[in-house]
């Protein structure tokens, strides 16, 4: 798109969620300009875990066989106690590829992010970096909406998609909630895979997830195995006692210092320097105002248990795209009122369940004495093949709110006798 064309959208924000989106609304004839504040487009952190709900679109977008060349695809998905490292349950991902029709796929967040900003260039998509949006306004007269950036000048469109992450400016001006703090810190390590000390024995064919009282320990490949990805997830002892900054590296290796060996091993090589203190946001159910729209982490950002986040954010852009299709006139004309209420129709809802869910699921993953050991009969119970717990989340994404699939049972804790037989 020539920089002297108005554009049609206006996406303020170019990570996963911008840039994807961009990419979706692009292929359907849309102009298309992201507005990012950094200076340059990036992604900071390491590995990034995308289930077959993604890599089903990354088809759909003729993107997948590059995120698969840049990428691993990992045979299982292994939760043990962070304990005792006992294994307590498995997924076959070559089994839950076959189930779901696509892959299980593990990649480096700057090879996704460059996989998404490559092919938005190829696009066409008008992409802006140093542009810091202060101030969002809808027109009010149902055509469009504008953006006020840091250096005063006003950008308009006839639509506005915030998609721009956790601390959301547009958030902030039209919700004025607040991030939720969880009280758990992340470390990451992206580790060159010589450096991981040989008698660790990690297996490269899995993602390993070390689950413990307080804290959970995750690894998996990357680069075809070159590198060692690390997540180090713990409660943060500063935090529950009110600190404005916590969850330092001084709170580190304490957090783990009861884990078991293969734990124990890999906290070392996380990085120090940098920690991502998590937070999430009480879902809420309206994210269009008049033509402005959260998307991404600014309308749901979860905590990443379920490893869905960027996923849901692609999800966005992807449902977001379809509609749009459906209500373009032959003329080019979109229906813009109609497409952002079938967006917002279907995706808050979905994302509410991930949100929540993903809350419980961090929940079951942290606890200590009696309900640890009901949690980990609960896990060994589960059949290897049984994807009860994954339909709902890795089928097709749901477009109406009629396609969205039923919820899995849960099945309480204090449902599990542990008493010894005759006892209880
Ligand atoms: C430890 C950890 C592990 C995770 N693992 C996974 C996983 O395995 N799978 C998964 O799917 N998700 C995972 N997630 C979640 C995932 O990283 C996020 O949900 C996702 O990156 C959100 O993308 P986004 O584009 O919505 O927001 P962001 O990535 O936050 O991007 C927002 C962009 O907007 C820009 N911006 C912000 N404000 C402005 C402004 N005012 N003006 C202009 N630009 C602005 C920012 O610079 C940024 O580039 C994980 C998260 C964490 C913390």
Redesign the pocket.
């Known amino acids: 798109m020539s920089p002297d064309v108005s554009p049609d959208v206006l996406i ?9 989106t961009a990419y979706a609304l692009t292929r359907k004839g849309l102009r298309v300009r992201v ?4 200076p340059e ?3 900071v ?1 390491a ?5 077959p709900n ?1 890599t089903r679109i990354l088809d759909h977008y003729g993107l997948l066989d590059e995120a698969k060349s840049l990428g691993v695809l990992p045979a299982s998905m292994v939760m043990r106690d962070a304990v005792d490292g006992a294994e307590l349950t498995r997924l076959d991902l070559v089994d839950l590829e076959r189930t779901y029709g696509f892959p299980y796929l ?1 990649i480096h ?1 700057s090879d996704l992010h460059g996989l998404l900003l490559r092919a938005c260039r190829r696009a066409g998509v008008d992409l802006r970096t140093s ?4 101030r969002y306004a809808d027109t009010g007269t149902g055509t469009g909406a504008r ?1 006020e ?2 250096d005063g000048r006003v950008e308009e469109a006839p639509v506005v998609i915030a ?8 958030r902030h001006q039209l919700i004025g909630d607040q991030p939720v703090s969880s009280a758990y810190v ?1 470390y ?1 390590a992206a580790v060159p895979i010589e450096q991981v000390d040989a008698a660790r024995a990690v297996d490269l064919s899995e993602v390993a997830v070390y689950v413990g009282p307080g804290c959970h320990f995750v690894h998996y490949g990357l680069r075809g195995g070159e590198i060692l990805n690390q ?1 180090a ?1 713990f409660e943060s002892p500063s935090a529950l006692d009110g600190a404005d900054e916590w969850g330092g590296p001084e709170e580190l290796d304490a957090a783990f210092a009861a884990t078991c060996d293969a734990v124990r091993a890999g906290v070392p090589l996380m990085w120090r320097d940098r920690w ?1 203190p ?1 937070y999430d946001r009480d879902p809420i159910d309206r994210w269009v105002h008049g033509r402005i729209v959260l ?5 749901h ?2 905590l ?1 248990y ?9 999800e966005d852009g992807w449902v977001l795209a379809e509609h749009v299709a459906r209500r373009t006139g032959p003329d080019g004309a979109v229906d813009w009122a109609g497409a952002l209420a079938a967006y917002e129709a279907v995706r808050p809802e979905h994302c509410r369940r991930v949100v929540l869910t993903a809350r419980a699921w961090g929940r079951l993953w942290h606890l200590d004495g009696l309900a640890r050991e009901q949690r980990n009969h609960l896990l060994r119970a589960r059949a290897t093949h049984d994807h009860t717990y994954t339909d709902w989340v890795y089928g097709p994404t749901a477009l109406t709110p009629e396609d969205e699939p039923a919820m899995f049972p849960v099945v309480p804790l204090d449902s599990v006798d542990l008493a010894p037989a005759g006892t209880s």
């Open positions: 303020v924000g170019g990570g996963i969620g911008g840039l994807s507005l990012e504040q950094a487009f990036g992604e952190g590995g990034i875990q995308l289930a993604c593990v967040r542009q810091r949006v202060v953006v950036l840091a998609a721009d992450g956790l601390h959301s400016v547009a992340a990451r997540v997830v991502w998590m998307l991404g982490d600014a309308a950002p979860p990443q379920l490893a869905q986040g960027a996923i849901m954010a692609i």
